[in-house]
């Protein structure tokens, strides 16, 4: 099921919670003592960073696949760990990145050796709304690259947050996989929160992963034949054809899905229904071009309907995790707790890979 550590940082005692978090999922995960010590320095920095340069914020801690959009069939778990706060934000982000930049009474590592220290890393910040900063740590050790867009992730990039509304199981789920020339994502909301709604969400991501060669509609299809033990989801899948530049949608359900071309948002809507419980006889297929300045994005209801995305947030260079975090953080505060699971997953061109 889909494990979410979601962690308010506020004192020194919750960065101690944070590291026995990343603990707690490299164990779930199946992580080696090294990794796992990686992945806990990784996130005590963070926390550390969040206490003592944002007035707090929080952390949240779960395991992903280690290469979204990748074809191979065993991609190894990976850590993400995002630290998301509303703070004054980083007026100097080299600076912040360099190796001899650390916070005050902090473990001394700073968010460059994090950023080494990570396969996936990368950071946004605002000057007067907070920071975002992403790292990924893979189950295996691989090789490491240094700088933002490290892993190769093709054409197209995938990312998202989750955040479980009664921790640790959350009943959103969310995956992408690559079959060939189709990139297919997919959001599951199963029906209510907790471990049975965990169930029916888990069992769409599993069903994707054996049939991410259909197009949406045929998938939902499937997915309705194999939710039907379970109490049902409301499921959205996107897939972008590579050869063909153009991206199908289908959705049935309360899931939230946008869609920005040539600078502009457009709504795709879900028919109603529940998969697994209430099918619609026939399932529409939106068609749209794909180009490299699109951005696709899915969101389960428990984010607010009239979230934003600023025109100033550079979501074509950021890693599409990072963009998530940013409409979550944006969207919520201290004085509006989370009602719902809460996912958003984002799918995106790959740019042009920067140098070190």
Not at 16 to 41: I, K, N, P, Q, S
Not at 130 to 138: D, N, S
Request: contains cysteine.
């Amino acid at each position: 099921m889909t494990h979410v550590w979601d962690v308010p940082v506020y004192d020194s005692t919750r960065v101690r919670d944070v590291a026995v978090a990343a603990h707690e999922a490299c164990g779930h995960g199946g992580f080696d003592d090294a990794r796992t010590a990686a992945a806990v320095l990784v996130a005590t920095e963070l926390a550390t960073n969040l206490l003592k340069h944002a007035g707090g914020g929080r952390v949240l801690i779960e395991t992903v696949d280690a290469d979204l959009t990748s074809e191979a069939a065993a991609r190894g778990p990976a850590l993400q760990i995002v630290a998301m706060d509303h703070g004054p934000g980083i007026p100097d982000l080299a600076a912040a990145l360099g190796d001899g930049f650390s916070t005050t009474s902090s473990l001394g590592a700073g968010l460059g050796t994090c950023r080494r220290i990570a396969d996936d890393f990368d950071l946004h910040s605002a000057l007067g709304r907070g920071t975002i900063a992403l790292a990924r740590i893979r189950a295996g050790s691989g090789r490491r690259r240094h700088g933002h867009a490290r892993q190769d992730h093709g054409p197209v990039r995938a990312g998202g947050v989750n955040i479980a509304l009664a921790e640790p199981q959350s009943g959103d789920a969310w995956a992408c996989v690559r079959f060939g020339e189709r990139v297919t994502l997919l959001l599951a909301d199963g029906l209510g929160h907790g471990p049975a709604a965990a169930e029916a969400s888990d069992a769409a991501v599993r069903q994707l992963r054996d049939s991410a060669h259909l197009p949406p509609a045929e998938l939902l299809g499937v997915l309705h034949t194999a939710l039907r033990s379970t109490r049902g989801a409301a499921v959205a899948v996107a897939q972008v054809d590579l050869a063909e530049g153009s991206l199908a949608f289908s959705g049935i359900g309360n899931i939230g899905a946008r869609f920005r071309s040539d600078g502009g948002w457009q709504h795709l809507l879900s028919h109603p229904g529940i998969v697994g419980a209430h099918r619609p006889a026939r399932i529409p297929c939106r068609r749209l071009p794909w180009s490299p300045d699109c951005l696709l994005v899915l969101h389960s209801d428990g984010l607010p309907s009239r979230w934003s995305l600023r025109e100033d947030v550079p979501s074509a260079e950021l890693d599409p995790g990072v963009t998530a975090a940013v409409i979550v953080r944006d969207a919520s505060s201290a004085a509006r707790p989370v009602r719902d699971d809460t996912t958003v997953t984002v799918l995106s061109p790959t740019p042009p890979r920067r140098e070190p």
